[in-house]
């Protein structure tokens, strides 16, 4: 049973989330041969305030 963890910032909307949903699975089938409903997609997100680059957390940089 393949697992896929993601991390992304938070803030996008529930359509996009679905389709990343989607496309992981999909990707996953078709790379591994593996059945699609045995494939796991977790999505974490993660506050701006709490994500830094350079530095800045993404929030100051508007992200």
């Known amino acids: 049973m393949p697992i896929i963890i993601a991390h992304i910032l938070e803030g996008r909307e529930r359509e996009k989330k679905t389709a990343l949903i989607r496309n992981l699975t999909d990707a996953v089938v078709k790379t591994l041969g593996v059945p699609e409903d045995s494939v796991r997609i977790i999505l974490s997100e993660i506050e701006k305030e709490d994500y ?4 800045k957390t993404a929030k100051e940089l508007g992200r």
């Open 52 to 55: 830094g680059i350079g530095g």
